[in-house]
T-cell receptor, first 113, second 116 residues
Framework: LAKTTQPISMDSYEGQEVNITCSHN???????ITWYQQFPSQGPRFIIQ???TKVTNEVASLFIPADRKSSTLSLPRVSLSDTAVYYC??????????????FGAGTRLAVHP | GAVVSQHPSWVICKSGTSVKIECRSL??????MFWYRQFPKQSLMLMAT?????????EQGVEKDKFLINHASLTLSTLTVTSAHPEDSSFYIC????????????FGPGTRLLVL
């Protein structure tokens, strides 16, 4: 089972900031939090990864509270091209220690003109 | 950096034939590669994990004799769908990762398989 819970869908408009929150109540000490973006018929694209506090790169910010039981992906000033499915994942350092990623349903973001 | 390629990008085959899909890490050495499949409007489902030089670890419910995985080098893994049937038609995606603890996986563009 996926270790994360996030909204199934969200709608926004061009130019707005979008925040997608993900719950991961059972996150392990060694787990990082990673977000991916996927367009139809394409492989997921890495957006951002973090362990705690705040991480920012050229496309997004990731906010992680001290208890690490949730995280929020922030997309500033979205455009139509940001319409995609966004997945929040935490590593699974369980069987075999291979840190496999189990995908949940993701959040379908629709950006409107 | 961190580019993963897949070949072919799409393939159509007749029922009963075998199909091989290649996954390559182009600019890094991948100690671990993963294979996923995705049906329309659904999320990615992990099929198996492979480490270079060792046997793949399959997820529960995935037939290892049906989906043969070979991770021959640090830059190449292959997935062979043996005796393919229409229900095997799907979008197959690989990912690659170097050593932990970052755990970041980089995904290939996917391969669309259609079995007639």
């Amino acid at each position: 089972l996926a270790k994360t819970t996030q909204p199934i869908s969200m709608d926004s408009y061009e130019g707005q900031e979008v925040n997608i929150t993900c719950s991961h109540n059972n996150i392990a000490t060694n787990d990082y939090i990673t977000w991916y973006q996927q367009f139809p018929s394409q492989g997921p694209r890495f957006i951002i990864q973090g362990y705690k506090t705040k991480v920012t790169n050229e496309v997004a910010s990731l906010f992680i509270p001290a208890d690490r039981k949730s995280s929020t992906l922030s997309l500033p000033r979205v455009s139509l091209s940001d319409t995609a499915v966004y997945y929040c994942l935490v590593g699974d350092s369980g069987t075999g220690g291979y840190n496999k990623l189990i995908f949940g349903a993701g959040t379908r973001l629709a950006v409107h003109p | 950096g961190a580019v993963v390629s897949q070949h072919p990008s799409w393939v159509i085959c007749k029922s009963g034939t075998s199909v091989k899909i290649e996954c390559r890490s182009l600019d890094f050495q991948a100690t671990t590669m993963f294979w996923y499949r995705q049906f329309p409007k659904q999320s990615l489902m992990l099929m198996a994990t492979s480490n270079e030089g060792s046997k793949a670890t399959y997820e529960q419910g995935v037939e290892k004799d049906k989906f043969l995985i070979n991770h021959a080098s640090l830059t190449l893994s292959t997935l062979t769908v043996t005796s393919a049937h229409p229900e095997d038609s799907s979008f197959y995606i690989c990912s690659a990762r170097w050593d932990p603890p970052q755990e970041t996986q980089y995904f290939g563009p996917g391969t669309r398989l259609l079995v007639l």
